[in-house]
């Protein structure tokens, strides 16, 4: 079993940043793939990025364009999502998302567990 605390989020100005946090708790953890998805107000949820917690290959949604940046830091066993340039059509709630089995990572990964999510809100 694997727990995720969500923290950050919150109201943004365009062309501002913000920065996620998710921290992981429970056993095996160096197997652990983890990353965020996003849904919007009326569509579905999208992947948005993913890490290996081993060797930290990372994977990003093509609409991220080099403003999004996920990472992790082992010694908290947080992942991290840092969002530039923000955009209004980048208003969503955000999830963490985490996987002990080996699956492939990208826009078809439909992961194992799910954070509470956390809201961001870009205004223009």
């Known amino acids: 079993q694997v727990q995720l605390v969500e923290s950050g989020g919150g109201l943004v100005q365009a062309g501002g940043s913000v920065r996620f946090s998710c921290a992981a708790s429970?056993?095996?953890?160096?197997?652990?793939?983890m990353g965020w998805f996003r849904q919007a107000p009326g569509k579905e949820r999208e992947f948005v990025a993913a890490i290996r917690w081993s060797g930290g290959t990372t994977y990003y949604a093509d609409f991220v364009k080099g403003r999004y940046t996920i990472s992790r830091d082992n010694a908290k066993k947080t992942v991290y999502l840092q969002l530039n340039l923000l955009k209004p059509e980048d208003t969503a709630v955000y999830f963490c998302?985490?996987?002990?089995?080996?699956?492939?990572?990208?826009?078809?990964?439909?992961?194992?567990?799910w954070g509470q999510g956390t809201q961001v809100t870009v205004s223009s």
């Open positions: 429970g056993p095996t953890l160096n197997r652990l793939a």
């Open positions: 998302a985490a996987d002990l089995r080996a699956v492939a990572l990208g826009s078809n990964w439909r992961p194992y567990y």
